[in-house]
């Protein structure tokens, strides 16, 4: 049972333009949402969350929106730079320890 | 370097052997979580522990798959007579502070285990 869902499997853009990159949850006890960026070989890296009682957290080039009533979270990466490319993920947490993880999307940023 | 530290990066066994993978939390977190990948897939939660306490095991493997965290040293996660199918990313990670407390986990590089 997939909790966390990217359905998007993978994703290019351009440099300079704007990314962004969708997640979906079908757990209404969760609270607390997170994104995680991999480089092959390597662990993810932790990037930037958000709790439930927000609808929007901007660290930088980054910003995640959360929309609660469509159990739907984005990340925003303006503007995306090559270096940027990597394998996304979405995680979510309820009240547990655990995270549920999404399947990850793959951005190609192209210089 | 004050990461996650997990060791072997790579690690290569036969059917029916034991394997022991290590975690070393960041300094100053106490809560370690270990976490599986398959290929293609997101990574799945197996347990989480704190000093010398399993707090859950929810997604740990009823057989064959155990993990401690003592006292002194490294949290191990112990696969016993492995099979094909535990070939697999294993991740750890911990956090200052419990889930609950809404603290992101910081991820160790990942050990990549292959059963021949």
């Known amino acids: 049972d997939q909790q966390v869902k990217q359905n998007s499997p993978s994703l290019s853009v351009q440099e300079g333009r704007i990314s962004i990159l969708n997640c979906d949850y079908t757990?209404?006890?969760?609270?607390?949402f997170l994104w995680y960026k991999k480089y092959p070989a390597e662990g993810p890296t932790f990037l930037i969350s958000?709790?439930?009682?927000?609808d929007k957290n901007e660290d930088g080039r980054f910003t995640v929106f959360l929309n609660k009533s469509a159990k739907h979270l984005s990340l925003h990466i303006v503007p995306s730079q090559p270096g940027d490319s990597a394998v996304y993920f979405c995680a979510a947490s309820g009240g547990a320890n655990n995270l549920f993880f999404g399947t990850g999307t793959r951005l190609t940023v192209i210089p | 370097n004050a990461g996650v530290m997990q060791n072997p990066r790579h690690l290569v066994r036969r059917r029916g052997q034991e394997a022991r993978l290590r975690c070393s939390p960041m300094k100053g977190h106490s809560h370690v979580y270990w976490y599986r990948q398959l290929p293609e897939e997101g990574l799945k939660f197996m347990v989480y522990l704190q000093k010398e306490n399993i707090i859950d095991e929810s997604g740990m493997p009823k057989e064959r798959f155990s993990a401690e965290f003592p006292k002194e040293g490294p949290s191990i996660l112990r696969i016993q007579q492995v099979v094909r199918g535990d070939s697999a990313a294993y991740f750890c990670?911990?956090?200052?502070?419990?889930?609950?407390?809404?603290?992101?986990?910081?991820f160790g590089d990942g050990t990549r285990l292959s059963i021949l």
């Open positions: 990670a911990s956090s200052p502070l419990a889930g609950s407390d809404n603290q992101p986990q910081h």
């Open positions: 757990n209404s006890m969760f609270d607390y």
């Open positions: 958000i709790s439930s009682i927000k």
